[in-house]
């Protein structure tokens, strides 16, 4: 993705959803229609932070069919390395942001005859979104949705009015409500599909326990909210543009090499799509792959790396860009 196909937005709405989470609208500064998306496409929003630039990923929420304007819902992260505290405290109504053209890796199979979705905290956002395109088109859908209380979760009550208790499930850790995941899975009908988003831990279990039901890959569908670990400071030389950069402990490689004014291609800036791999010409020391978009074989060849999330521990890495 380029900076050039960058959308500039207004903010024109801002609300507290909980004491952690925010709602933004965004609309385009020259009034024209936004994009139609599809439901589970993710914006990436660009944020100018005291002269460090932030990109980071968030899923638009809004009914995919609203051209007017897109919204999307910020948790505010304990040890934020920046980019959702600025969004929190940072960002107000009428401010400018630019956003990216969405990109959806994370769609609702067109195949699917009922829809299974499982989330996790804030990984609801993308849910919202594709409850209102399963509501438009008449597809059969369940929502199975875990927070760690009621004043914590966002939109459950909302949920449920717009949607009712049949199809809106909510659990709470902190009346030791738990998804029942196996009788879920159990006896569903042909061409159902699984979709889950939130915590990692949360979602590997899902899918483990899916393919030990014997759920078909095909059929199961996730979306990680990836927040890679930092690490030590190394130096990276960018063989065809002849650059040398610092990374520095929380920042990511990609965010580097931006910074030295190369342009690096992304989508999904969470080690998801595999836009930003970049081969490695040397290096003299170990890869630390933070992605879920290589193979353990790739991981182990030490030929590529996905500069979004993954890091390095050495001195210098030296790559193909
Ligand atoms: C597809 C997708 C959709 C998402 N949707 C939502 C959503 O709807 N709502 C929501 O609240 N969150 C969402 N997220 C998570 C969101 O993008 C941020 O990760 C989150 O807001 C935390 O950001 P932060 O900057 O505060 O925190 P941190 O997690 O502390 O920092 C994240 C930043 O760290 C940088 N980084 C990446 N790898 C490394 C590394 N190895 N070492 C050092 N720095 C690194 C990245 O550039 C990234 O910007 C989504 C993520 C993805 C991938
Ligand atoms: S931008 Fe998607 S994997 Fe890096």
Known sequence: ????????????????????????????????????????????????????MRRNPYSLMSAPHDSSCYEISVLHVEDSRGGSAYMHQGVREG?????????????????????????????ITPFLAMMAQFRRSHTEFEL??????????????????????????????????????????????????FYVCGPAGMIDFCLRTAREAGWPKENLHSERFLAPPPGQKFTVELVRSGKTIEIAEHQSILEAIEGAGVDAPYMCRGGACGQCETGV????????????????EEKAGGRKI?????????KTLVLDI
């Open 95 to 123: 401010d400018h942001l630019t956003i990216s053209q969405p990109v959806n890796l994370f769609p609702a199979d067109a195949r699917g005859r009922k829809h299974i979705l499982v989330a996790g905290g804030i990984g």
């Open 1 to 52: 993705m380029s900076i050039n196909s960058d959308i500039p937005v207004r903010v024109t709405k801002i609300t507290d959803v909980t004491g952690k989470i925010k709602r933004f609208r965004f609309e385009r500064i020259d009034g024209q229609p936004l994009p139609i998306f599809s439901a589970g496409a993710h914006v990436v929003v660009t944020m100018h932070d005291d002269g460090h």
């Open 306 to 314: 996905m500069v979004c999330v993954s890091r390095f521990k050495g």
């Open 144 to 193: 199975h949705y875990a927070m760690r209380s009621r004043s914590h979760g966002a939109y459950w009550q909302k949920l449920m009015e717009q949607y009712g208790p049949e199809r809106i499930k909510v659990y709470f850790d902190e009346e030791n409500t738990r998804i029942p995941l196996a009788q879920i899975l159990y006896n569903q009908p042909l061409s159902t599909h």
């Open 281 to 296: 010409v040397r290096c003299d020391g170990s890869l630390e792959h933070n992605d879920i978009y290589l193979t353990d």
